[in-house]
């Protein structure tokens, strides 16, 4: 169903692109009109469809445990930054922040949406706002990293682990929350 919503949504589209280039002043309103009510058409099966597979238990019990494991590696991984931020020359900071958490955290802003379903819109907020705080300070991080900056490098890290923290606590809450519920 998804690959005929796109195949309509793209074909609405060169059609309208076409019936826009025949003349350089008028329209064919007729036939324009419905090529575009087609292609919003093709929108709305999109959007449905993606709404149902973002809802569907196996999806989300799969995202649920992303979720959590990326959370989890997150947190561990900045301690050991962390804990080692002074002996990590400023310079090869950025590596190091590519190399343990780019993984996770791309993992997991890709299975977030699933908690709105799963937790509930006001537990998500919660979670993505001390996530997304400590995805600022990692890239915060990582750009003073690049230029040299070592007092941002060694407070940022810090600042970032105290945000991820924050979340991974939220998220657990969240979950107990939804597992009583």
Not at 47 to 56: C, V
């Amino acid at each position: 169903m998804k690959t005929i919503a796109y195949l309509i949504v793209v074909l609405a589209f060169l059609g309208a692109a076409f019936l826009a280039s025949l003349h350089p002043t008028m329209m064919d309103w007729p036939t324009f009109l419905p090529v575009i009510a087609a292609g919003v058409i093709g929108v709305v099966l999109i959007k449905r469809t993606e709404h149902a597979e973002a809802r569907s238990g196996e999806k989300l019990a799969r995202n649920r445990v992303v979720l959590e494991t990326s959370l989890e590696n997150i947190v561990t991984n900045l301690k050991a930054i962390d804990g080692r931020k002074d002996k990590v020359p400023t310079y090869e900071m950025r590596f190091e922040i590519d190399k343990l958490l780019r993984a996770d955290l791309t993992n997991f802003a890709d299975a977030r949406d699933s908690m709105k379903h799963l937790f509930g819109l006001q537990a998500y907020a919660d979670i993505m706002s001390s996530f997304a705080a400590g995805e600022r300070y990692i890239n915060r991080v990582w750009s003073a990293s690049t230029d040299g900056y070592v007092d941002e490098v060694l407070t940022y890290v810090e600042k970032s682990l105290s945000q991820f923290e924050h979340a991974r606590e939220e998220f657990r809450t969240a979950a107990a929350k939804a597992a009583t519920a």
